[in-house]
């Protein structure tokens, strides 16, 4: 299973990278990975207008796109489009942060998996 994660280098700027979930074999229940501990799950409805200019992820947290797309935009200014049942890992909770905007105008529902409380 793949997953895209935006973190903060050493640079304190925003960077991409494609992250692999090792799958483990298993019986009827199909492949699982390692259990990742989880501290909540939060639901989100954007409209079509949105983009949400450089701004940290606010906690360790797994950005799962249920229906339509968001294009992220690190430092460098490279972008990625994450359409419906792609899974973002934002880690980026210092430094410049990222760029969110919406894809062609349309909404947006996705689900925020806290892997960390925010920090106070």
Not at 11 to 36: K, N, P, Q, Y
Not at 50 to 76: K, M
Request: hydrophobic residues 35%; negative net charge.
């Amino acid at each position: 299973m793949n997953v895209v994660r935006v973190y903060t280098g050493d640079d304190g700027c925003s960077h991409f990278e494609d992250v692999t979930i090792e799958m483990m074999e298993s019986s009827l229940a199909g492949r699982l990975s390692d259990l990742w501990p989880g501290r909540g799950v939060q639901f989100r409805e954007v409209d079509g207008n949105y983009e949400l200019d450089f701004h940290n992820a606010p906690r360790r947290q797994l950005v799962v796109n249920l229906t339509g797309s968001v294009e992220i935009e690190v430092s460098d200014r490279t972008s990625r489009t994450l359409g419906p049942g792609s899974i973002l890992l934002a880690e980026d909770t210092d430094g410049e942060g990222h760029i969110s905007r919406n894809v062609g105008g349309e909404p947006r529902t996705c689900l925020f998996i806290h892997l960390d409380e925010a920090p106070a």
